[in-house]
């Protein structure tokens, strides 16, 4: 059985990213608390269980790595599935937006909103930038 150990040159790609996710996924929790909204828009539980589904995808495919022949498609496939979550978190971004400007009349809590979502769906932009290079490794392995 191939047993693939990451390269420092693959492997510091893979840590920035991660770096990177975990990064914004604080960044939600620290506008949180200072911004301190006064309600919580569906949206923001919607992405934050993309961010955990997402997550779990990501543990998935880098524990795949180890054996890359036996796993690519397993590893394709949930990149795959991590591009789809990364495509609905725009979608509820764009409706939340859309619905906060309509709906939210006190500047400052749209404000708050708009800066709190933004960081919610970056950090699932952050969650798919790590299943690229995932996918780029993996062509470079099989």
Request: hydrophobic share 40%.
């Amino acid at each position: 059985t191939e047993i693939y150990t990451l390269s420092l040159h693959d492997a510091l790609p893979i840590s920035t990213s991660l770096d990177d996710v975990v990064d914004y996924i604080n960044g939600v929790g620290q506008r949180i608390l200072l911004y301190k909204p006064k309600q919580f828009p569906a949206e923001y539980l919607a992405i934050a269980e993309i961010i955990q589904r997402a997550s779990l995808e990501i543990s998935e495919s880098v524990k795949g790595i180890s054996h890359a022949a036996k796993n690519k498609d397993h590893i394709f496939e949930s990149c795959a599935r991590l591009n789809k979550m990364e495509n609905h978190a725009d979608e509820l971004y764009h409706s939340g937006i859309s619905r906060l400007f309509e709906q939210e009349e006190d500047t400052r809590e749209l404000m708050k909103h708009k800066e709190i979502i933004a960081t919610l769906e970056k950090a699932v932009d952050m969650q798919e930038d790590v299943s690229d290079v995932i996918k780029t490794i993996l062509v470079k392995m099989v």
